[in-house]
């Protein structure tokens, strides 16, 4: 059963719009690390959050906002009044100790944001 | 504040032969990941070095070497390269010494193999 799950394969919205990206997540842990990273077409993923099991607080950067809600065990992102530059692959990556932490990726959701 | 490099940003070889590929971590970072990510797939966790030893590793072959040296650089190596080895090899670094801390990567190196 996959432990990182990225249903979405791929997003289309024109620029302006709002969008949500989903990831669920299976583990027995209790203490666990769930973080989203950015890869846009140059390839380089770039850090976005890392979220610890104990801290289900939403938080809020800036246009991104992640709601993670351990009793569904997701960790969603959503992008507010997208843009062109928000185009990329985005993934939900899981850390946890039967894994020795190391990093469980989904399989990604490409957003395409239309001007 | 430099962060994650590495070297080449593409290369081909052909099958059957060897590749080394290279990475400096970010300023302060001790620990080095590798990951091997194919086209339109999620990256696969290779290994992780710290203090200079294989500290983690993935489900590679043994084909799948590395180094780290003592200024935290790191080296991948690849023997008797498969088709099946094209993919983009990302580098990534975190913070001293902790396994769950967070990972910073570089902007990969592309290799094909033809």
């Known amino acids: 059963a996959q432990k990182v799950t990225q249903a979405q394969t791929e997003i289309s919205v024109v620029e302006k719009e709002d969008v949500t990206l989903d990831c669920v997540y299976e583990?027995?842990?209790?203490?666990?690390?769930l973080f989203w990273y950015k890869q846009p077409p140059s390839g380089e993923l770039v850090f976005l959050i890392r979220?610890?099991?104990?801290d289900e607080q939403n938080e809020i950067s800036g246009r991104y906002s992640w709601n993670f809600q351990k009793s569904t065990s997701s960790f969603n992102f959503t992008i507010t009044a997208s843009q062109v530059v928000d185009s990329a692959v985005y993934f939900c990556a899981l850390s946890e100790f039967d894994s020795n932490y190391q990093l469980i990726w989904g399989a990604g959701t490409k957003l395409i944001i239309k001007p | 504040d430099a962060g994650v490099t590495q070297s080449p940003t593409h290369l081909i070889k052909t099958r059957g032969q060897q590749v080394t590929l290279r990475c400096s971590p970010k300023s302060g970072h001790d620990t080095v990941s590798w990951y091997q990510q194919a086209l339109g797939q999620g990256p696969q966790f290779i290994f992780q070095?710290?203090?200079?030893?294989?500290?983690q590793r993935g489900n590679f072959p043994d084909r799948f070497s590395g180094h780290q040296f003592p200024n935290y650089s790191s080296e991948l190596n690849v023997n008797a390269l498969l088709l099946g080895d094209s993919a983009l090899y990302l580098c990534?670094?975190?913070?001293?010494?902790?396994?769950?801390?967070?990972?910073?990567f570089g902007p990969g190196t592309r290799l094909t193999v033809l």
């Open positions: 990534a670094s975190s913070f001293p010494g902790g396994i769950t801390d967070t990972q910073y």
């Open positions: 979220r610890n099991s104990f």
């Open positions: 583990t027995r842990d209790t203490t666990y690390y």
């Open positions: 070095y710290y203090e200079e030893e294989e500290r």
